[in-house]
């Protein structure tokens, strides 16, 4: 997996991406990530990189020149095998004004081969760099960031932690908030191909749920009994209807997305009536 990443502040990136599981996949070859600088690509004596935009308004706009140039220079392929899916690749433009972000974007992003992410500015990009140039545009939220950087960041680390490799445990992707809608975990089988007994639970669209670790009693704050007593199916089931639980009182839209289990229907059933 190869990240192009095109900005007007090259330097934003020595940080963010050379910590934790991003730093490890690029050291062991899993990811590559090169920065290009947009003003390389300007050529007037001053480097300038916008302009007023036509019709008058307040601020600048991002020049559709050294993006383009940009993106000449890399050899992608061209949009339509992009879009159609030809070819494994995206040029991504980071605005207000894309689609949100979301797991299920990260997940679709990770199986490519490389991704190229425009970072906007000021306020914003000229138009025809979305119409004729990008095949994909994203917003990581409802709010306006001041450039697309900090949204380059995080695109770049939710797909890299999903690239084969990149988690020491692969399972731990399964389990976390936003896994994968309708997803059925695989049981763990034995040499003689049985299945073993299982304590997780994958998120299918759900906040994970709560994780306790040692002291099991700190500040006359304790842990569920149940997490100590040795019985995997209740931890599982224990689980299961904390996220339920978590996920119906944080972020209950993400429940209409759901397939839900008879099992999870009679355990959402049971919270809502402890409620009432």
Known sequence: MKFDILTIFPDFFRGPLDYGIVRRSRQAGLVQIEVHDLRAFAH????????RPFGGGEGMVLKPDPIFECLDGLELAPRHDRVSGAA???????SAQGRRFDQAVASELSALDRIALICGRYEGVDERVAEFLADRELSIGDYVLSGGELAAAVVVDAVTRLVPGALGNEASARQESFGRV????SPAIDSNGRKLP???CGSGG????????RPAEFR????PDVLVSGDLDQIRRWRRRAALQKTLRNRPDLLDAMELTAEDKALLAQIRAETI
């Open 44 to 51: 007037d004596r001053h480097r300038t990189v916008d302009d």
């Open 198 to 200: 299982d304590s997780t």
């Open 182 to 185: 309708g997803e059925i975990p």
């Open 206 to 213: 759900l906040l994970d749920y709560p994780h306790y670790t």
């Open 220 to 223: 006359g704050h304790g842990i």
């Open 88 to 94: 494994k690749q995206s040029v991504v433009l980071l």
